[in-house]
Every structure is written in C-alpha cells, then in structure tokens.
C-alpha cells in the first residue's frame, strides 16, 4: 500500500504507532489516544541497522507479528489536512525506506469503555525483508541490544522507553516479552559496568 493510496480522498487519518513513535512521532498531529489493536503481538524480531544499530552490528526493534490471541498497545495518532501527507512522507522515509516496513489499516481500540474502534495505519515489518532477524531468547536479543548504537541513539534507549511508556501509560497491560528483554538488557549492561 503507498502512501498515496492512503490518503487518496482522505482530510485525516490515525496512525497507530507500537515502538518508538509511542514516545518520539516527530510529526505534527491533531490529537493522540493510548490504546490498542487486536490480532497481532509485538515483538523484537526485527533489526535496524541506521537508527538504533549498523550494518556490523544490528539493533533490535519491534514489528507485529499476526496472532488471532493477541493485543498490542500503543498510541495512535489523528492528523488532518496538510498533516496527512507531510506525517506520511516523513513516516515513509523513517519507517519504509531506512526501516523496511510496510502499511497496513488495522481497527485502532482507544481506550476506554464503549468506546468504538477507528482504522489506523500501521508499519509492520515482514519475515521477507532483508533486515528481519526472527525469534531468539530474550537473553540474546537483551545483550543485542545492550550494546548496539545508530544514528538516533543507543538500542537501550529505545528498549528502555517503550519499556517505560508501557509502566505508565498501560499499568494494567504486562508485556511478558518487553519486560523480560528489559531484564536481560539490563542485566548485560550491569555486568558490562561491573566488569570495567
């Protein structure tokens, strides 16, 4: 799906965001909600090598992987007007060209009671995309990330905030396969320090 078949017709559209965009958009944007969409899990399966690592070294990331079972929270965000094009060309360079997502429309839950879903665009990574690492323990994928580093920052970082959105925006969500990274990570990073 291209971005301008996106906004073909459209004055705004959500764009529901699981990973960094939860704490760092970098688009103008009308209004956000915390919620959720259902059918996919997110997962650290998915490498970076420019924003969050490099081609020797690959960070780890999040995409969605489908699961009937599944919920994912998150923020979405509204834009409108000339907000739609401008978050869209931005998004496509960030998520698609450096990232290697693709789109797809999703039924976006805001939360609260009786509250009724919206189509959202999503960016999700596939298994086929060159960059796509798969499964590994949380072990492994902690001490991936504990010591990689791109042009945006330390992999930690990101792991760390969207571990910290979670606590705070979500307390009621537990995130077995982000917390359990979290303390890997955290436990690499503790022995990196000592062994110094």
């Not at 259902?38 to 780890?60: A, V």
């Not at 009937?68 to 698609?96: C, H, I, M, P």
């Not at 990574?125 to 920052?153: F, H, M, S, W």
């Amino acid at each position: 799906m291209k971005p301008q078949d996106i906004i073909a017709g459209k004055t705004s559209l959500w764009i529901f965001g699981y990973g960094s965009l939860v704490w760092k958009p970098d688009f103008k944007y009308k209004k956000s909600e915390v919620g959720y969409i259902q059918g996919y899990k997110r997962r650290f399966w998915h490498g970076d090598n420019f924003h969050r690592g490099s081609d020797e070294l690959p960070g780890r990331v999040v995409t969605l992987i489908e699961d009937d079972d599944a919920t994912t929270w998150g923020v979405a965000f509204e834009v409108s007007g000339s907000q739609v094009e401008e978050s869209l060309k931005y998004l496509n360079v960030r998520e698609t060209v450096c990232g290697g997502y693709i789109t797809k429309i999703v039924d976006f839950y805001p939360e609260g009671e009786d509250r009724s879903p919206v189509p959202a665009l999503v960016y999700i990574a596939t298994a086929d995309n060159p960059l796509y690492l798969g499964p590994a323990t949380p072990e492994e994928i902690g001490a991936q990330i504990a010591v990689c580093r791109g042009k945006t920052g330390l992999n930690l970082e990101y792991l760390l905030r969207l571990a910290e959105f979670m606590r705070k925006s979500c307390p009621h969500v537990e995130d077995h396969h982000l917390y359990s990274i979290e303390k890997a990570a955290l436990a690499v990073v503790c022995y990196l320090l000592v062994a110094r």
